[in-house]
């Protein structure tokens, strides 16, 4: 058992923080650093669709650092020196690539950025973002291989988004919930790590709604969950949409999404760690649905709720499931 796990047995926290696994395992703060593979998406690409995804502003993930034509060994330079300037007492960092679908291209060129990722001694893992339906074989092989001769930590975050396939249709996603669970018995079984990203909140599911399918989500074999409320990015499909029809939309206010989120954790199984519960996207990116707080305060209130309402991550009755610890 890990220090987190023993601060989550012991009363100590209230929920289990993916940061705090990293930093156990690290023995210290260790922070993301943004970087841009360059890939595309084949939901922009024509081969599923050229729309994307209603909601998807890759712009928005994108840190200025990343860029116009930087190298990928630049970004990273860049990239800690930004973090190491925000967070001097970081002891590692992690290679983030969220925008766009990182694992979908000419194999040989991801092997080539990847392997850059990889021997940068000053990080310490790699997190790949990507959708349900772009990890072949080979390429999740030839990963799991590279990432344990370099002995870095390797992590999936996989852009599952829904449980409703009703919902993943009408954002054009252009997968079903199945091939999401699929795709994540598929790098459990090669012994990944993995995240999910689910978004609270699209028309049709009230965000109530969504907390209630924590069955599901405790069912399936994830190491990490992340959940934010859905954030309307300016100039989307989504944002037109939302003009056209606000009454289409429902915004929480942020202390019924505590209530919500704190009844939901309290059935979310305890080996799952939560990577995120809230959305800060910057307001420059953003038309409704953030708070207009930073991050860090919003999640000093939400610990304080759980706090004062004595709430704890899987007090309540929840479906065991195989969990990756
Ligand atoms: S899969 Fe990701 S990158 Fe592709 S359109 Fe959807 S949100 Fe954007």
């Known amino acids: 058992m890990n220090a987190s796990c023993a601060n989550a ?57 990343c860029r116009g034509a930087t190298t990928m060994e630049e970004q990273i330079r860049e990239g800690i020196a930004f973090q190491q300037r925000r967070y001097p007492r970081a002891v590692g960092f992690l290679g983030y690539l969220q925008a766009y679908t990182n694992t979908y291209g000419n194999e040989e060129v991801l092997e080539e950025i990847y392997r850059i990722v990889l021997a940068e001694p000053r990080l310490c893992g790699i997190v790949i973002g990507t959708r349900p339906d772009c990890l072949p074989d080979r390429l999740l092989d030839w990963l799991g291989e590279a990432a344990q001769h370099h002995g870095k930590h390797l992590y999936f975050e996989i852009g599952v988004e829904s449980f409703s396939d009703t919902i993943l249709r009408a954002m054009n996603r252009g997968h079903t919930f199945a091939q999401s669970e699929e795709a994540l018995r598929r790098l459990a079984e090669r012994g990944f790590r993995t995240g999910a990203h689910f978004l609270v909140g699209f028309p049709g599911e009230t965000w109530h709604s969504f907390f209630e399918q924590v069955d599901l989500l405790n069912a399936l074999p994830l190491h990490s969950v992340k959940v934010h409320q859905l954030q309307i990015y300016r100039d989307t499909p989504l944002a037109e949409w939302w003009h056209r029809r606000p009454g289409d939309f429902s915004f929480p206010e942020k202390e019924a999404y505590f209530a919500a989120a704190a009844r939901w954790l309290e059935r979310v199984r305890p080996g799952l760690f939560i990577d995120r519960l809230f959305g800060d996207a910057p307001r420059r990116f953003t038309e409704r649905g953030g708070w207009n707080e930073r991050l860090d305060s919003i999640v000093a209130q939400f610990d304080a709720y759980l706090e004062t309402h004595d709430i704890r991550q899987g007090r309540k009755a929840y479906s065991p499931a195989r969990s990756i610890g």
């Open 9 to 65: 047995a012991s009363g100590q926290a209230r929920y289990r923080k993916l940061k705090d696994y990293w930093n156990e395992v690290e023995g210290g703060r260790v922070q993301k650093i943004s970087l841009h593979a360059g890939c595309s998406c084949p939901n922009r690409d024509g081969t599923l669709g050229s729309g994307g995804c209603l909601y998807c502003s890759n712009e928005a993930f994108t840190p200025a650092y």
